[in-house]
C-alpha cells in the first residue's frame, strides 16, 4: 500500500490562494492515476481534478479555471494550486493513486492520504 500525505491546508478568505501537495516517497507518481478529492461536512466525497500518466487533467465543473493540479515526478510530489477560493471550496483534501483509469470516480483509486482541512472565510 501506498502511503501518502498531503500538505498545505489552512484557512483563507475569499479570493485568496492555496497550494496543496501530496508526497509519497519511493511511489513512482509517473505510472499511475494521481487525484484530489474533497469531502465537506455532511456531503459525499466528490471528485476535484484528476491527472493521468500523460500528463492529460480532468476538473470539476465547479474548480474549473480556479484550480490546476500538477507533478513533480522527481519530487514524487503532487500539488493542487487553488486560486480565487470560495466559501464553497471548504473540506477535508485528499489525494488519491489508482493504478489504470483516471478521472473524478473515486473508486478508481486505491490509495489515499489521511487529508489536510481547507477552510475559506467569506
Known amino acids: 500500500q501506498v502511503q501518502l500525505v498531503e500538505s498545505g491546508g489552512g484557512s483563507v478568505q475569499a479570493g485568496g490562494s492555496l497550494r496543496l501537495s501530496c508526497a509519497a516517497p519511493?511511489?513512482?507518481?509517473?505510472?499511475?492515476?494521481m487525484g484530489w478529492f474533497r469531502q465537506a461536512p455532511g456531503k459525499e466525497r466528490e471528485g476535484v481534478a484528476s491527472?493521468?500518466?500523460?500528463?492529460?487533467?480532468s476538473y470539476a465543473a465547479s474548480v474549473k479555471g480556479r484550480f490546476t493540479i500538477s507533478k513533480d515526478n522527481d519530487k514524487n510530489t503532487l500539488y493542487l494550486q487553488m486560486n480565487s477560493l470560495k466559501p464553497e471550496d471548504t473540506a477535508m483534501y485528499y489525494c488519491?493513486?489508482?493504478?489504470?483509469?483516471?478521472?473524478?470516480?473515486?473508486?478508481?483509486?486505491?490509495?489515499w492520504g489521511q487529508g489536510t482541512q481547507v477552510t475559506v472565510s467569506s
Open positions: 488519491a493513486a489508482g493504478p489504470s483509469r483516471c478521472g473524478l470516480f473515486s473508486g478508481w483509486y486505491n490509495d
Open positions: 519511493g511511489f513512482t507518481y509517473s505510472r499511475y492515476c
Open positions: 491527472l493521468n500518466s500523460y500528463g492529460m487533467t
